[in-house]
């Protein structure tokens, strides 16, 4: 069963910046892509950014330049750096192995809030 839990969220104002983690039990997480989704109210989840197992990012247009995906194997975590935030990053963010979503299932995610 793998477990995932993510923290690190909060409030934050415009321009503002948060770290969020995600640790990932089972061994799932050292194979596979890992991902950072988030889903604000009233929207579907999206894939904001994604990580292979080798280390190389993908980012979603909306946050590139501003976020940065990495991940610790050692640790079986998963980090986002998120900088120069803007009210329309407010969602509740999730990390999953890219590709095996329907299969693991999601945590609780981690409320992030830009707002002054």
């Known amino acids: 069963q793998v477990q995932l839990v993510e923290s690190g969220g909060g409030l934050v104002q415009p321009g503002g910046s948060l770290r969020l983690s995600c640790a990932a039990s089972?061994?799932?997480?050292?194979?596979?892509?890992m991902g950072w989704y988030r889903q604000a109210p009233g929207k579907k989840r999206e894939l904001v950014a994604a990580?292979?197992?080798?280390?190389?990012?993908n980012y979603a247009d909306s946050v590139k330049g501003r976020f940065t995906i990495s991940r610790d194997n050692a640790k079986n975590t998963v980090y986002l750096q998120m900088n120069s935030l803007k009210p329309e990053d407010t969602a509740v963010y999730y990390c999953n192995a890219v590709g095996w979503e329907s299969r693991t299932g999601w945590g609780q995610g981690t409320q992030v809030t830009v707002s002054s």
């Open positions: 990580i292979t197992s080798g280390g190389s990012p």
């Open positions: 089972g061994s799932i997480f050292s194979r596979n892509a």
